[in-house]
């Protein structure tokens, strides 16, 4: 049974249907308003809350449910811009709560109050979707600056963008040096990537932290991206530069999807919705074989393997890098350090180059041969107008690739990945 | 250091920076960086045309030859096959050697690197095989550098490096230049036995 705010003083309320405003009144409900659902069995705590959110700077109608099952009644019925509701509740909780709504009211955002904060628990709420948590007992303050910053939230643009991949996400996150949290779920698999000032600074995926984590999410084929801001960094687990962690991502992916490509690319539809969607999408079969390598891993290998018997030259093989957006320069250069070929921007000196970055590649191997790192497959420079990678080719040659920096790194480097062999071939060394 | 012996502080830092080199950014890249440096070098000296072949002997004989002018006197064997008597860089090695006992960690590495065939070596016809220490990747393109500043009859000439001996004397060919310019190995083993270096002139038509 719903009831309206100043009715429901005993048990068994369930929402109002009306704005208490700053002098505890309840007014006529107002479409322009944010609706809020408290569910809470706590009476003393709801009553409380419905008196002291709203005040001169928050202005919103106000909602409760004593359990999660009241809760969903009243989701269906009203459009719920938020629910701040309690974890520990007869019959549903609050997380399956959470999980419920996420699933069937994606674009309602969840705050849990919770007695019992825990490392674990937050993990749990955050992997099924919930944006902040509050903890008990709080300053009436406090949440109302939590609800102003999550009904801020929705003050964005929401639809969908094709053809983004879950690394131009992340490197778009970085650009502008946002502090938010990406939650990726593909399938049964959840995923959330903090942001501190565009930096991943930590990942939670399955049971895994950090930089697995981030590894992992980074493989999901598909899937649903949620962008959203947080209050709390549970704990700073990566603190590798976001390019770094793209690279070596790409380079798993690499790794992993080698023979996926092999066997035909999948297309991954990608959209942007309620900050970011990805969606699953059937795979489109190339050349009979069927397959399931990630979208970036899958754009090369299309792109390649469509040219692949045109790339006869050096040059044409060095176009293919200096066909990715944000990338100048490519130069093959022998370990010596005098130029072999090169396609370049005016004003590039390609043998000057060779000679400073065999120097650059010499002592980058010098070092991995020092530190007992194995053979070396790629060292990148980053300067404030983008990075330098070098990779070698062959035994007796490597790649300097000059890229702008919101170059997409990624794709250099499975491009490298790529066609490295070939360029051994073709250059005969 | 052995007692009583007197090092040549120029000797010592110039191979040890070889050996630095070589540690901090591999021998591939060193090696690129004294290549350079010879050519950057050789690109200094001016040009100079010598109406006769003779004439060119003539200049080697007085020493006013721009190659003679870098490694000394050098002996033409007939053919147009050169053998250079005195490497330029033995005293630096001898003077090393009879301090240290033996050269820096590395060169061995080095001299390998510089005799795999390669972009430079192809360019001016030196190393694959005919490099016995590092000092010939400073020496032998230098001089080949050097000849592209020198005209005969004002034709062009081209140095083809067939071969070269070490202090301890094991003798390296470069049987890719020896099949280019059909000078026999037999030629080129006699003159390293009285000669450090052997190198074959050819004057462009």
Redesign the interface.
Known sequence: MCQAAGANAGAGFCHLAGLINTAGRVVAGNDALKKILIVDDEEDMVWSLRQNINNERLQVEIFTAASGEEALKVLSSNHIDLVLTDIRMPGMSGLDLLLEVKNRFPYTMVIIMTAFPSNEFKKEALLRGSLHFIEKPFDIKELRDLIRHALREENVFKGTVAGVGLSDVIQINGLSRATSLLRVKQGEHLGIIYFQEGQVVHAICDELDGEEAFFRIMQFKGGRLDSMSYTDLPIRTINAPVEALIIEAARRMDEAGLDDVASGPVCADVDLEDGVEYKESAPVHVGGNNGSGSAMVDRVGTESAEREDEMSSLKDVLSEFTNIPGVNTACLV?????L?DSIAIAGIDTEMIG?IA??????S??MGKQLGKGAMSMSMIEYGNGPVMLSPVGD?AFLVIVADKDANLGMIRLKIKKHAGQIAETAAI | MSEGKILDIAHISFLDMIKVMIAMSGAASAKGTLIRNAISTAEKIKEVDYPTFEEFLAAIENSTNPITQVEGKSSHQGGFVFGLTHCPFGPSIKNYTGVFEKLPDGYADFTEEFNKPSKVTEIYRVGEGAGVSPFCSVHQPMRSAIAEKIRIGGKKIKIYQLGCKAGSGKKGFADRWLAETGISREVVDKTLDNHMCCYYLQIVE
Do not use: V
Request: aromatic residues 12%.
């Open positions: 022998g370990r010596d350090g005098f072999l000679a065999s120097s650059g590649f010499g002592a191997e010098s007796d």
